[in-house]
Every structure is written in structure tokens, then in C-alpha cells.
Nanobody
Framework: QVELVESGGGSVQAGGSLKLSCKYS?????MAWFRQAPGNERERVAA????????YYTDSVRGRFTASHDNAKDTLYLQMNSLQPEDTAMYYC??????????????????????WGRGTQVTVSS
């Protein structure tokens, strides 16, 4: 069982920035950030296939969010810029070991990832 602990959430005004962190207990080659707003399904916003350092983003955050990882610190990051009220959600990190970048790229569903953190809340006010 991989342990994941998110941090860095908070409240910001529209246009502001936050950087989320996810400390992991074991390295895995597909690491993702999901978010879930009340009444909505959990959606993947970013993923990294660390074996090839490839990142994938959902359209609504591309150009504003940047996912990265630091293996020396066992930490996954999500830099979020130009935040908007619609970005308000609980943000979760999730990880898995997969066979290729294609598996990581196509892992859009919550059920695709076996390891989850408890989340960190991001609230953006207008």
C-alpha cells in the first residue's frame, strides 16, 4: 500500500496561485492529480508518466497548471496559476505502476488508480 499525503491547499482570490504537494511513500511511474467539487465526479486534471517525464493535462487547466515531481524528495507537485472560481474543489493525488505511457495517458477514471491521498481543499473566490 502506497501512502500519499497532500498539502498546500487554501483560499485564494481569482487570478492567484497555489502549489500543491503530495508526499509519497513509494515511487510509482504514473502519478496524477484529480479534483472533485461538491456534486461532481472526480476528474483527472494532470498526470505524469515519470519513466519518460511526460505530462498530460485536461483542457480546462492546460497552460495554467503544471505537474512535476522530485524523486529526491519523494514529492509530486501541482503548480496552479490564474486560478478561477471553477477550480474550487478537493484535490487528490493518485498513483499506480503501469506498463507504458499509453496506460498512464488513458487512466482518466478514479477506478484506474489504486493509491489515493485524503485530499487538500482549494477554494477560489471571485
Amino acid at each position: 500500500q502506497v501512502e500519499l499525503v497532500e498539502s498546500g491547499g487554501g483560499s485564494v482570490q481569482a487570478g492567484g496561485s497555489l502549489k500543491l504537494s503530495c508526499k509519497y511513500s513509494a515511487f510509482q511511474n504514473c502519478m496524477a492529480w484529480f479534483r472533485q467539487a461538491p456534486g461532481n465526479e472526480r476528474e483527472r486534471v494532470a498526470a505524469i508518466y515519470t519513466s519518460a517525464d511526460r505530462t498530460y493535462y485536461t483542457d480546462s487547466v492546460r497552460g495554467r497548471f503544471t505537474a512535476s515531481h522530485d524523486n529526491a524528495k519523494d514529492t509530486l507537485y501541482l503548480q496552479m496559476n490564474s486560478l478561477q472560481p471553477e477550480d474550487t474543489a478537493m484535490y487528490y493525488c493518485a498513483t499506480d505502476n503501469v506498463r507504458s505511457d499509453t496506460y498512464c495517458y488513458t487512466a482518466w477514471r478514479q477506478a484506474d488508480f489504486p493509491n489515493w491521498g485524503r485530499g487538500t481543499q482549494v477554494t477560489v473566490s471571485s
